[in-house]
Structures are given as C-alpha cells and as structure tokens.
T-cell receptor, first 111, second 112 residues
Framework: LAKTTQPISMDSYEGQEVNITCSHN???????ITWYQQFPSQGPRFIIQ???TKVTNEVASLFIPADRKSSTLSLPRVSLSDTAVYYC????????????FGKGTRLSVIA | EAGVVQSPRYKIIEKKQPVAFWCNPI?????LYWYRQNLGQGPELLIR????????DSQLPKDRFSAERLKGVDSTLKIQPAELGDSAVYLC??????????FGPGTRLTVT
C-alpha cells in the first residue's frame, strides 16, 4: 500500500489560499489520489480525487505533477468553517486496494 | 437523500461488557465499511463488505470483534468483551464507487 506523508498541522488567515502537499513516493500506476475532510464529531467527507495533472471542483483544486510522487490540495480563500483535518489517500478505485488514512493535516483558519 | 445512519451516537460501558453498533448505509450502496478512529488518528479499516460478503476483514480483531451484514443492507459490529483500549469512534461508510466513501457520524465508545 502506498504510504502518504503530509504536514501534521497548518495555520492560515481567513481569505487566504491554502495549499496542503502530500508525498506518496511509492504510488502505483493504478493508484488514484483522494482527499477527504473531517470536522470534529463527524465522519470524513470526500473532497476531490484525481490521477494526474489538475482537477478542480466547486470546493478545491488538486495538482498532481507528472511523476505523481506528490500532490497538492488547494483551498481558495479559506474561511473559519474550513478548519478541519484533511487526509490524503492513495489507492485503486476498484475497491480491492483499501484506502488507508494517515494522521492527516490539521488546518486551523484564524480570523 | 438520507446519509449513512449510525446508532447509538454515544455509548459508555464497563470493561468486559458487550456492545453493538448499528449502521444503515445509503440506499443502493453495495459496499459497506467499518472503521475505528482513535483520538488524533485517521480512521483504521476494520472490515469491508460487498453486499453480504465480508471481502476484507484482515484488520478485524476476531477474538472479540464480530460483524454481520444480513441481506446486504444494514450492518452490526459487535465487541465482546470490551476492553479499555477499545474506546474510540466507530465509523461506518458506504459507497457505490470505491474512492468516494460516504461516512456516518460515528459512535463514540467509552469503556471504563
């Protein structure tokens, strides 16, 4: 299983763009990169998923370089409500390779 | 559309007592997961079901944990007997696409 490494915590002011980088040096050819968000007392929530280059949705953007050994989750203009733990996971989308959650990155947004 | 439903939300028991958690997945989701989340850690997979079949239970401590998913819909996770180290949040998730799992709110178990 591909292991991921991401910062333990990050702080940001409201309105700033936040970039959280995840390293996954031994990512396999058929692995996708998925990010989840978890608020206190709630289960994780899917944010975005990608395989290569750039993916954007209404919540975030995901940048994946050509070698796919890392990825960056970009949150535009964060607000206090974006304070949460963000998890980077790699795995196949077939379901046979289970998604493994690490400790995640605790993002604190400050007013 | 209703999300994943779990009950109870909180449970406090004494060690050596049994406990059970219930999960109702999103309608139509054939895949169901049970995770355990310790404080400050990410969720850890315990078991994965495809319909009523447990296809991955390699991380389930089988000496005291058991799970079932009768008729491929609702699922129950049981611990008997509970130990102090079992205190955690137990999360249920379901999906029809492996990478986009929908999680319930979890059951916070405290073993005293």
């Amino acid at each position: 299983l591909a292991k991921t490494t991401q910062p333990i915590s990050m702080d940001s002011y409201e309105g700033q763009e936040v970039n959280i980088t995840c390293s996954h040096n031994n990512i396999a050819t058929n692995d996708y990169i998925t990010w989840y968000q978890q608020f206190p007392s709630q289960g994780p929530r899917f944010i975005i998923q990608g395989y290569k280059t750039k993916v954007t949705n209404e919540v975030a953007s995901l940048f994946i370089p050509a070698d796919r050994k890392s990825s960056t989750l970009s949150l535009p203009r964060v607000s206090l409500s974006d304070t949460a733990v963000y998890y980077c996971l790699v795995g196949g989308i077939s379901g046979n390779t289970p998604l493994v959650f690490g400790k995640g990155t605790r993002l604190s947004v400050i007013a | 559309e209703a999300g994943v439903v779990q009950s109870p939300r909180y449970k406090i028991i004494e060690k050596k007592q049994p406990v059970a958690f219930w999960c109702n997945p999103i309608s139509g989701h054939n895949t169901l997961y049970w995770y355990r989340q310790n404080l400050g850690q990410g969720p850890e997979l315990l078991i994965r079901y495809e319909n009523e079949e447990a296809v991955d239970d390699s991380q389930l401590p089988k000496d005291r944990f058991s799970a079932e998913r009768l008729k491929g819909v609702d699922s129950t996770l049981k611990i008997q007997p509970a130990e102090l180290g079992d205190s955690a949040v137990y999360l249920c998730a379901s999906t029809d696409r492996a990478y986009e799992q929908y999680f319930g709110p979890g059951t916070r178990l405290t073993v005293t």
